[in-house]
């Protein structure tokens, strides 16, 4: 469904652990899509995919409350450096965030939870992406659907690498306004 992966809004309506309602059509998609399933075990996204660790919508960690994933969440977009790379060449990509706290979105979702084999359940896994540290586990565990066996896949090394980074200041707009005096 073309019409699904170019609206934001219809392919970000999802949630892990419970099931979401069938979106109503729509003037930018004509279709009534139907529900996204509930995905508790992780056979459809794996506990330990990039997109799930780095925002876990309805999952709760354990020992987390309600309202916790929200606390943590942060604007972020990945920025290709180029839209065709031949063959056989590293691709670049320029990763942006925004948030209120460095320190309670950003850092956090890449300390507790990208980097935590064992967030949602034992043993599930680091993010391929980002997760991979020296010296730190390196497997990440894909389940299938027989009834609860899992591959296991040991990642040498971090899917992605980092070449240089910046935290940068970003006024809101309340305050360039107070800047700009009006």
């Given amino acids: 469904m073309p019409e699904l992966g170019e609206n934001g809004r219809l392919n970000n309506d999802f949630a892990y652990r419970r099931a979401t309602p069938p979106l109503p059509a729509s003037a930018a998609c004509p279709a009534v899509h139907p529900p996204a399933p509930a995905d508790p075990a992780g056979l459809r996204c794996p506990l330990g995919a990039h997109v799930r660790k780095a925002y876990l919508r309805d999952d709760m960690p354990p ?10 969440r942060l604007l972020r ?3 290709p450096y ?3 790379t031949p063959a056989g060449v ?12 460095i320190e309670r979105q950003f850092e956090f ?10 967030l949602q359940v034992p043993g599930e896994g680091v993010d391929p992406l980002l997760g991979v540290v020296p010296g730190g586990p390196t497997t990440v565990r894909i389940p299938v659907r027989d009834g ?9 090394r971090s899917w992605t690498e980092l070449t240089g980074g ?17």
């Fill in 63 to 72: 020992g987390s409350i309600a309202g916790d994933v929200q606390r943590h």
């Fill in 77 to 79: 977009r990945g920025i």
């Fill in 82 to 84: 180029t839209d065709e």
């Fill in 90 to 101: 590293d691709r670049g990509l320029l990763f942006l965030s925004y948030q209120v706290s």
């Fill in 109 to 118: 979702v890449l300390q507790q939870w990208l980097r935590n084999p064992s």
């Fill in 148 to 156: 609860g066996r899992a591959v296991e896949v040991d990642l040498e």
């Fill in 166 to 182: 910046g935290y940068f200041f970003v006024p809101s707009v309340s305050a360039l306004r107070y800047l700009a005096g009006r």
